[in-house]
């Protein structure tokens, strides 16, 4: 499966961005993860195949929401009030299974990454 994410951009802190992540074929579960400048790349949200289930680490709930439209192979994730911490390029990935998990060897597919960079 190849993923192709979308998106990015430059906002003001406090702003909203909305990611896509668009899939070549069927997905099952699927993550964000992203990575800052000199920083190891990190879980961000993840979603099961259904769409049931959903999962945030601490410092995006409440603030970004994962979801998907199977119908067309597609990921989103929405972020509000963003943070000049939440500057990173961010990364979809997608894995085989029905379930998820917030590690990155879980996963098998991988986007090429798309730059979010919130300005304070």
């Known amino acids: 499966v190849q993923l192709q994410a979308s998106g990015g951009g430059l906002v003001q802190a406090g702003g909203s961005l909305r990611l896509s992540c668009a899939a070549s074929?069927?997905?099952?579960?699927m993550g964000w993860f992203r990575q800052a400048p000199g920083k190891e790349r990190e879980f961000v949200a993840a979603?099961?195949?259904?769409?049931?289930?959903?999962y945030y680490a601490d410092s995006v709930k409440g603030r970004f929401t994962i979801s998907r439209d199977s119908a067309k192979n597609t990921v989103y994730l929405q972020m509000n009030s963003l943070k000049s911490e939440d500057t990173a390029v961010y990364y979809c990935?997608?894995?085989?299974?029905?379930?998820?998990?917030?590690?990155?060897?879980?996963?098998?597919?991988w986007g090429q990454g798309t730059q979010v960079t919130v300005s304070s």
């Open positions: 979603i099961s195949w259904s769409g049931g289930s959903t």
């Open positions: 990935a997608a894995a085989p299974r029905g379930y998820f998990s917030t590690t990155q060897d879980f996963y098998d597919s």
């Open positions: 074929g069927r997905t099952f579960s």
